[in-house]
């Protein structure tokens, strides 16, 4: 977490490359490992990391996964070319649908990625001044937050540890909720005079800190 950071909510850019680490793993040392390989299989992928891996380029890494993938769907499913079960082998989809192996590798990470924030800022104060330093906290960092903070922070501190968090969620609510209001009032010619400013791009912005 760096003071004075520029790049947003601290939290979204150390997810972003929590999820950015893991495909580069995943397609690069790890795609090979026999652990991973059953996990990949096992656990499959997201629509969404399916689409970050193919948007990497590595598709020689992604082409063998996927080979070991529908290698061994069809030992589970088929037998001559043929499902076996369909209702098996339907239950097995969506079992597919519902898990990701990458979306569990972030996750898993994720908490403990939290878990270390809330504890350093219970037992630095340096910690402290560049935490209450960041631009802000979206509304999912902001939650998220909290909800370890009681574990992590102990009983006494999480009650601050929130506020904080709370003070960084609010800044940023509370300005953009300015700029779009201000953007609103653009389309009407009473207003036509004033300037706009940064409200020009705040539906865009709202809707990244909102999600």
Not at 17 to 42: C, F, H, W, Y
Not at 53 to 67: I, V
Not at 172 to 200: I, M, T
Request: with cysteine; charged share 30%; proline share 4%.
């Amino acid at each position: 977490m760096e003071e004075g950071s520029e790049q947003g909510c601290p939290f979204c850019a150390l997810a972003a490359k929590l999820e950015s680490d893991e495909l580069d793993l995943i397609l690069g040392a790890s795609m090979m490992e026999p652990d991973v390989r059953i996990q990949t299989n096992k656990l499959g992928f997201c629509p969404n990391h399916f689409s970050k891996m193919l948007r990497h380029g590595k598709r020689l890494p992604l082409a063998l996964m996927l080979e070991s993938h529908l290698n061994e769907l069809k030992d589970d499913m088929m037998k001559k070319g043929v499902i076996k079960s369909p209702e098996k082998a339907a239950a097995r989809i969506r079992e597919l649908n519902s898990t990701c192996y990458v979306c569990t590798r972030v996750n898993n990470n994720y908490y403990r990625m939290l878990a270390n924030a809330a504890y350093m800022w219970a037992q630095d104060f340096d910690f402290r001044k560049k935490f209450a330093s960041q631009p802000f906290l979206c509304g999912r960092h902001f939650a998220d937050i909290c909800e370890v903070a009681k574990k992590e922070a102990g009983k006494k501190l999480a009650p601050d540890l929130c506020a904080a968090a709370a003070a960084l969620y609010a800044n940023k609510l509370e300005d953009l909720s300015d700029e779009v209001s201000r953007f609103c009032r653009s389309f009407d010619y009473r207003y036509q005079d004033e300037p706009l400013g940064n409200a020009a791009t705040s539906v865009e912005r709202t809707i990244e800190f909102l999600k």
